[in-house]
């Protein structure tokens, strides 16, 4: 979940108010930054991070939201490279706000679509990854890229689907739990995924979210590259991580972006370094 999106949330009164709601309750933060980005020494327990090193020694806890059958979808964007490291997606690459993690070699997602991890990328870099894509598609993807897809979740039933985290936390409705669902893909052309399916809204606004093969559970943070190992971010966040790298459709991605969805959505989002330090994490059980 980008930052971008919450800087711009908190200029409105009524829904900076809702987020606060769901932000740690930090004073000296506040007094030191103005609250919506604390000093990490006083933050909640943060995200993205390796699922696979479940040391986290952070003094404040929640508990894990429900889980999405039971929570209403507010919001779906994806961030180029995956934020998370998992036992799928494991080599770091990329740079700057991109810098994130790739589908590891001859990994075979649920279809059984054997890939090698090493796409040919987006030779536009950095630049065209915060941009519209000039054909109508998504900004700053290319066959072979990784994507992390965030599908988030509110307990706000009476949320909508719409941009940004301000479509979690509607007027009138005090300290929702989010749950973010993240699903990590390998974006090829022809690939067995539709994206236009798996982002589909059924009736009541549900969607047919895409099962987890190998899922780890953990309390953190929302994400994205305003985030640092200094300032961190406030809001309290479930995650569901599914550490399997799936093949996507390329040209289904690049649809969805076409397609003016709900979500405001037609570029990646950037990426907040993995947080290692145990501190800044909750524990995996």
């Known amino acids: 979940m980008t930052g971008l999106a919450i800087s711009s949330l908190i200029r409105s009164s009524v829904v900076g108010a809702a987020l606060a709601a769901i932000a740690v309750s930090a004073p000296v933060a506040a007094k030191e930054s103005g609250g919506d980005k604390p000093m990490c020494s006083v933050a909640g327990p943060q995200s993205p ?4 090193a479940k040391a986290g020694v952070n003094p404040t806890k929640f508990s ?9 979808l507010c919001n779906i964007h994806f961030h180029k490279n995956a934020e998370h490291k998992a036992k799928g997606y ?23 679509m054997q890939h090698d991890g090493h796409g040919k990328g987006n030779a536009h870099g950095k630049a065209e990854a915060h941009g519209k894509a000039a054909d109508g598609g998504c900004g ?14 509110t307990s706000c039933l009476t949320a909508k689907p719409g941009k940004g985290l301000g479509s979690c936390v509607p ?25 236009m399916k798996l982002t589909a809204l059924e009736d009541n606004d549900l969607v047919s979210l895409l099962p ?28 569901s991580v599914d550490q399997t790298c799936h093949s ?23 990426v907040r370094k993995l947080v290692a330090d145990p501190k800044f994490l909750s524990p995996i059980k």
């Open 49 to 52: 991070r390796d699922v696979t």
């Open 64 to 72: 894990l939201a429900p889980e999405a059958g039971a929570m209403q």
């Open 90 to 112: 494991t080599k770091l690459t990329g740079e700057g706000d991109h810098q994130g993690y790739v589908c590891s070699p001859a990994e075979k997602d649920h279809k059984g």
């Open 140 to 153: 700053g993807i290319a066959d072979g890229d990784t994507i992390e897809v965030h599908w988030v979740f």
């Open 171 to 195: 007027a009138g409705c005090g300290n929702p739990q989010l749950r973010v669902e993240a699903r990590t893909f390998l974006l090829k052309k022809g690939a067995p995924l539709d994206f």
């Open 212 to 239: 987890a093969n190998d899922r780890v559970q953990y309390t953190g943070s929302t994400t994205g590259p305003s985030y640092t190992n200094e300032h961190c971010s406030p809001y309290q966040v479930s995650w």
């Open 248 to 270: 996507l459709d390329l040209a289904s991605v690049n649809k969805w972006c076409a397609s003016g969805n709900v979500f405001g959505e037609d570029h990646a989002h950037g």
